[in-house]
């Protein structure tokens, strides 16, 4: 680790996916949070793996695979969201289905593209360490299209997270304001993608703010945590990996899963000493025992 931190000095690549790293964890602490605390991971990983469709036409007609990614995402994400609003008694069907299809779709636009795509790997397993300058301000411009939208619309999608039926009544758009929220979650898998590539972006959003959720309450405290612990494990992985040559996606996901067990295992433990203090007590009359 020491080496990493010795050659971060010197190499720029090595600035640019630490950059990264820190610009995709805004994302995830803010949009990981929502997707955690309403229930939607499922949603959101479809939506994720039906970004390769996009990339693979992208890729296929010459254009950006990341700009395929951006069209892919959002229409996923509203196309899921109708599904869920419109069609709940078959909703897993359902998203599964379009989950599937838009893999299959990618694949065979993939399939029938000349040559092999080396830059397609990096966005399907992350490579961090080849993040382009013109990819750190694609991620600056997301991160700051999310801030703003979630600054203004904060106290909406809170009611509409919480309780749809309250937030109905309470005249919020629910509709508008769950689709946006779904949008705003596909985004976010597109600036995830670099990172820790397409099939593991569901992991890093959702894991830091399940983490944070365990010890704090409020969703603004959760989504601050969340951010500085998706901070703290892209760092981490990008240290750690720099030594062995090993890929840094993969390494990211195993801390962030490493957390997420070890914080799951001591919250665990801490309730139920609690509850068995609780039984005591009550059962000595408040009196302290010994």
Known sequence: MTAFFAALAEHEFLQSALIAGLLASIGCGVMGTYVV??????????????????????????????????????AAALLMGWVRLRWKAQEDTLIGALWAI?????ILFIAKTPGYQTD??????????????????????????????????HRQFLAVVFDEELARLRGIPVTFFYLLLLVLVALTVVLLIRVVGLILVLALLTLPAAVAGHYVHSLGAMMLLATLLGGVVSTLGLALSYGPDLPVGPVIILLAGALYIVSALFTQSRARRRARASVVTAATGGKAVG
């Open 37 to 74: 605390v309403k229930r939607i991971a499922f949603l959101a990983g479809g939506i994720a793996h039906s970004v390769l469709g996009g990339m693979g036409a992208a890729l296929y007609f010459g254009s950006d695979p990341l700009s395929g990614a951006l069209v892919a995402a959002v």
């Open 102 to 106: 838009g893999m299959a779709v990618g």
């Open 120 to 153: 397609l790997m990096s966005y399907l397993f992350g490579n961090i360490l080849l993040v382009p300058q013109a990819s750190l301000w694609f991620m600056v411009a997301l991160d700051a299209l999310l801030l703003s939208i979630v600054g203004a619309y």
